[in-house]
């Protein structure tokens, strides 16, 4: 199973980016998708989840600002991301789970102040 994420880059404050994760390999649909996210030097923290009916979680720090999609094609989920602040800046990674946990390589997102 292959997790890959795209859609990270540069953006100023205030800006959007929209993160995109698609997973090949898995004939069946993940019971649950999620982001994470990591800093520079501290640890990975959960983003966004959505399981298989739907329903969704946010970290306090994204709420209202974050919201968490899964695509049309079978096992994608999106990311959207509005209002970036600095403290957004991370290596976001998508995370799916089926039995076993996957994640991908991840994609940076760099907020500029």
């Known amino acids: 199973v292959l997790l890959v994420e795209s859609g990270g880059g540069l953006v100023q404050a205030g800006g959007s980016l929209r993160l995109s994760c698609a997973a090949s390999?898995?004939?069946?649909?993940?019971?649950?998708m999620a982001w994470y996210r990591q800093a520079p030097g501290k640890q990975r923290e959960l983003v966004a989840t959505i399981g298989s009916g739907g329903n969704t979680n946010y970290a306090d720090s994204v709420k209202g600002r974050f919201t968490i999609s899964r695509g049309s094609a079978k096992n994608t989920v999106y990311l959207q991301m509005n209002s970036l602040e600095p403290e957004d800046t991370a290596v976001y990674y998508c995370n799916a789970v089926r039995v076993n946990e996957y994640w991908g390589k991840g994609t940076l997102v760099t907020v500029s102040s």
């Open positions: 390999g898995m004939v069946f649909s993940f019971n649950a």
